[in-house]
C-alpha cells in the first residue's frame, strides 16, 4: 500500500485530483480496500460503506470533468462519527440499544459535506452515548490506537474510531463531537489535529446528543489546513438548530500563512498542570520557544478564574443531568444492556434537585462572563490537551484506575466547553516510546480563524507535521 497517499493531507489529496494524478474513483476505492485489510486488526470502523463511497466519487469525478468545482474536499472521501444520522444506515451512538435504529433523513453535517462534494467511507466506533474520554466501549470494541501495534493503548473518547482510522490512514479526515473534550483528546492520544469551534457554530442537528448545552462538532485532521477546510465547510446558522450563528467571516486568502506577531500566548498557572507526566510537560513547555522565535509575546499568566471552575466541578454534574433526562427510559428499564463504564455517571444526574440544577447553570453562566474579563489581556492560552500519553486498555480499564483515568483524560478539555471557549489540539512531540503528544490552544469564542492561524504557525515551525504510524506491523 502506498503511504504517501494513505497519510496525505487533504489538501494535497484535492491537488492530486485536481492534476489528474488520481480520481475520486480511485481513491475512494484506495481507501476502501486499505480499510478492508487493516481495519480487522484496528477496529475503527463499524459500519463501511463502499456503495455510497464510490457512488459520491463518481458523482464528483463527472462534476469535475464538466467544470463543476465545489471545493476542496470535493471527491475526498471521509468517515464520521456513528453518532450523525446517515438516512438508511443505523446511528448506534455505540450503544446496543439503539442498534435497531434506522436514520430516515441525513444530518446536517452530513448534508454539508455531501454538499461540498466528499463521499463516505463508513461511520466510526465511538464510546457508548459519547460519555467517555478515554474510549473504551465494551460491546463493540476499543479502536486499537496505531501508534502501538504491540500494546492496546486507548485512542482517547468519545471520537475513538474517528482518530483511530485517521491516524492508520483508513481515512483523510473525519468528523467527531465534542461535549468535554471528544475531538482533542482522541486527537492528542492519536497524532492528529482536533478542532472544537465555538459552541453554536456548527448545527448538531441528526446528533445524538449528550449535553445540548455542550454539545459541539469537530473535525479531526492531519493537518491544521485540513480542520479549517472542513470548518468552513460545516460552520454556518442551521434554523432547525438554535443554538447556531451565522458562519464566521472567511479570512482573506492566505490569512492562515500570515504572521502571529505580538500575539499574546500565555501559559495558565493554575488548574491544567496537576499530575501531568514529565514529557508531556516538557514537550508542552518547549512550545513557548516555538511561539517566541514567531514573535509572539510569551508569557505565564495567573486566572484566578479557573480556581472557581474547579469549585464548580464539584458541585452538580449538570451533563450527568442532561443524560439522564434524554436516556432516562433506557436507564429506568434497559440499564443491564449498557457498558458498565457509562450508566453509572449518568444516573448521577437522577436525583439532582431542579434548583440546585438551576442555580448550577447561573453559576457557570457568571462564570463565562468573569473568564472573558479574565482573559482581556490575552490572546490564546496554551496547556497539555491531555496529562499523559496513551496508556494500555488493560491498564485505563482495570476497575480500579479507569475512574480517575477518566476524569484526568477530560479534566483539560472539559474546561473549554464549560468555560464556552474555542479550542485545537495539535501534535507538540514524541514520548521516548514514540507515543504522541498533545498540546492544547485555546481562544476566545468566536476567534476561530485567528485560532487555526496560531495553530498553523505553530504546526509549520515546530516540524512534526507528517509524522504518522507505522502501519506496516498491522499488515
Same mark, same amino acid.
Given at each position: 500500500? &502506498?503511504?504517501?497517499?494513505?497519510?496525505? !493531507?487533504?489538501?494535497?489529496?484535492?491537488?492530486?485530483?485536481?492534476?489528474?494524478?488520481?480520481?475520486?474513483?480511485?481513491?475512494?476505492?484506495?481507501?476502501?480496500?486499505?480499510?478492508?485489510?487493516?481495519?480487522?486488526?484496528?477496529? !475503527?470502523?463499524?459500519?463501511?460503506?463502499?456503495?455510497?463511497?464510490?457512488?459520491?466519487?463518481?458523482?464528483?469525478?463527472?462534476?469535475? =470533468?464538466?467544470?463543476?468545482?465545489?471545493?476542496?474536499?470535493?471527491?475526498?472521501?471521509?468517515?464520521?462519527?456513528?453518532?450523525?444520522?446517515?438516512?438508511?444506515?443505523?446511528?448506534?451512538?455505540?450503544?446496543?440499544?439503539?442498534?435497531?435504529?434506522?436514520?430516515?433523513?441525513?444530518?446536517?453535517?452530513?448534508?454539508?459535506?455531501?454538499?461540498?462534494?466528499?463521499?463516505?467511507?463508513?461511520?466510526? @466506533?465511538?464510546?457508548? $452515548? /459519547? $460519555?467517555? +474520554?478515554?474510549?473504551?466501549? @465494551? @460491546?463493540?470494541?476499543?479502536?486499537?490506537? #496505531? *501508534?502501538?501495534?504491540?500494546?492496546?493503548?486507548?485512542?482517547?473518547?468519545?471520537?475513538?474510531?474517528?482518530? /483511530?482510522?485517521?491516524? =492508520? +490512514?483508513? =481515512?483523510?479526515?473525519?468528523?467527531?463531537?465534542?461535549?468535554?473534550?471528544?475531538?482533542?483528546?482522541?486527537?492528542? $492520544?492519536?497524532?492528529?489535529?482536533?478542532?472544537?469551534?465555538?459552541?453554536?457554530?456548527?448545527?448538531?442537528? +441528526?446528533?445524538?446528543?449528550?449535553? #445540548?448545552?455542550?454539545?459541539?462538532?469537530?473535525?479531526?485532521?492531519?493537518?491544521?489546513?485540513?480542520?479549517?477546510?472542513?470548518?468552513?465547510?460545516?460552520?454556518?446558522?442551521? #434554523?432547525?438548530?438554535? !443554538?447556531? *450563528?451565522?458562519?464566521?467571516?472567511? #479570512?482573506?486568502?492566505?490569512?492562515? &500563512?500570515?504572521?502571529?506577531?505580538?500575539?499574546?500566548?500565555?501559559?495558565?498557572?493554575?488548574? $491544567? *498542570?496537576?499530575?501531568? &507526566?514529565?514529557?508531556?510537560? /516538557?514537550?508542552?513547555?518547549? !512550545?513557548? %520557544?516555538?511561539?517566541?522565535a514567531l514573535d509572539a509575546d510569551v508569557n505565564d499568566i495567573s486566572l484566578e478564574v479557573l480556581n472557581r471552575l474547579v469549585q464548580l466541578r464539584a458541585g452538580v454534574n449538570l451533563t450527568a443531568v442532561e443524560t439522564y433526562r434524554h436516556f432516562r427510559d433506557y436507564l429506568e428499564n434497559h440499564l443491564d444492556e449498557f457498558d458498565p463504564i457509562v450508566f453509572p455517571r449518568m444516573l448521577a444526574g437522577r436525583d439532582v434537585r431542579a434548583v440546585d440544577f438551576l442555580q448550577q447553570q447561573l453559576a457557570y453562566a457568571d462564570l463565562r462572563r468573569q473568564t472573558l474579563e479574565a482573559l482581556e489581556p490575552v490572546d490564546f492560552l496554551v496547556t497539555p490537551t491531555?496529562?499523559?500519553?496513551?496508556?494500555?486498555?488493560?491498564? =485505563?480499564?482495570? /476497575?480500579?484506575?479507569?475512574? %480517575?483515568?477518566?476524569?484526568?483524560?477530560?479534566?483539560?478539555?472539559?474546561?473549554?466547553?464549560?468555560?464556552?471557549?474555542?479550542?485545537?489540539?495539535?501534535?507538540?512531540?514524541?514520548?521516548?516510546? +514514540?507515543?504522541?503528544?498533545?498540546? %492544547?490552544?485555546?481562544?476566545?469564542?468566536?476567534?476561530?480563524?485567528?485560532?487555526?492561524?496560531?495553530?498553523?504557525?505553530?504546526?509549520?515551525?515546530?516540524? *512534526?507535521?507528517?509524522? @504518522?504510524?507505522?502501519?506496516?506491523?498491522?499488515?
Amino acid at each position: 500500500m &502506498d503511504d504517501r497517499l494513505a497519510f496525505a !493531507s487533504v489538501a494535497t489529496l484535492t491537488e492530486l485530483i485536481r492534476r489528474g494524478e488520481i480520481s475520486p474513483v480511485e481513491l475512494a476505492q484506495f481507501f476502501l480496500q486499505r480499510i478492508d485489510s487493516l481495519d480487522p486488526a484496528i477496529n !475503527s470502523y463499524i459500519a463501511v460503506t463502499p456503495e455510497r463511497a464510490i457512488a459520491a466519487a463518481r458523482a464528483a469525478e463527472a462534476e469535475l =470533468a464538466g467544470g463543476i468545482v465545489r471545493g476542496p474536499l470535493q471527491g475526498v472521501p471521509v468517515a464520521i462519527k456513528d453518532l450523525f444520522d446517515v438516512a438508511g444506515l443505523p446511528t448506534t451512538a455505540g450503544s446496543r440499544l439503539l442498534a435497531g435504529t434506522q436514520a430516515t433523513r441525513d444530518a446536517a453535517v452530513v448534508q454539508k459535506l455531501q454538499a461540498a462534494g466528499a463521499g463516505l467511507l463508513g461511520k466510526t @466506533h465511538m464510546v457508548e $452515548f /459519547a $460519555f467517555g +474520554g478515554v474510549g473504551i466501549n @465494551h @460491546h463493540y470494541g476499543t479502536p486499537w490506537n #496505531p *501508534w502501538d501495534a504491540r500494546v492496546q493503548r486507548i485512542p482517547g473518547g468519545s471520537s475513538s474510531g474517528s482518530a /483511530a482510522a485517521v491516524a =492508520a +490512514g483508513l =481515512a483523510p479526515l473525519a468528523l467527531g463531537s465534542d461535549t468535554g473534550g471528544s475531538v482533542r483528546i482522541p486527537a492528542a $492520544f492519536c497524532g492528529l489535529v482536533g478542532f472544537k469551534p465555538t459552541y453554536g457554530r456548527i448545527s448538531r442537528v +441528526g446528533v445524538v446528543p449528550l449535553d #445540548p448545552n455542550l454539545d459541539t462538532i469537530g473535525p479531526l485532521a492531519r493537518t491544521v489546513d485540513d480542520a479549517a477546510m472542513a470548518f468552513e465547510v460545516l460552520a454556518g446558522r442551521d #434554523p432547525a438548530d438554535r !443554538s447556531t *450563528w451565522d458562519p464566521p467571516p472567511l #479570512p482573506p486568502a492566505g490569512e492562515l &500563512d500570515e504572521e502571529v506577531t505580538g500575539w499574546r500566548v500565555c501559559f495558565p498557572r493554575e488548574l $491544567f *498542570w496537576s499530575e501531568v &507526566d514529565e514529557e508531556v510537560e /516538557a514537550a508542552v513547555r518547549a !512550545s513557548a %520557544q516555538v511561539f517566541a522565535a514567531l514573535d509572539a509575546d510569551v508569557n505565564d499568566i495567573s486566572l484566578e478564574v479557573l480556581n472557581r471552575l474547579v469549585q464548580l466541578r464539584a458541585g452538580v454534574n449538570l451533563t450527568a443531568v442532561e443524560t439522564y433526562r434524554h436516556f432516562r427510559d433506557y436507564l429506568e428499564n434497559h440499564l443491564d444492556e449498557f457498558d458498565p463504564i457509562v450508566f453509572p455517571r449518568m444516573l448521577a444526574g437522577r436525583d439532582v434537585r431542579a434548583v440546585d440544577f438551576l442555580q448550577q447553570q447561573l453559576a457557570y453562566a457568571d462564570l463565562r462572563r468573569q473568564t472573558l474579563e479574565a482573559l482581556e489581556p490575552v490572546d490564546f492560552l496554551v496547556t497539555p490537551t491531555v496529562p499523559f500519553a496513551a496508556p494500555p486498555v488493560e491498564q =485505563a480499564d482495570a /476497575a480500579d484506575v479507569y475512574w %480517575q483515568t477518566n476524569a484526568l483524560c477530560l479534566r483539560n478539555t472539559s474546561a473549554v466547553n464549560q468555560l464556552g471557549l474555542c479550542a485545537i489540539s495539535v501534535p507538540c512531540g514524541y514520548t521516548r516510546e +514514540g507515543l504522541p503528544i498533545g498540546l %492544547q490552544l485555546i481562544g476566545r469564542p468566536f476567534d476561530e480563524w485567528r485560532l487555526l492561524r496560531l495553530a498553523r504557525a505553530y504546526e509549520q515551525a515546530a516540524g *512534526w507535521q507528517g509524522r @504518522h504510524a507505522d502501519m506496516s506491523a498491522f499488515t
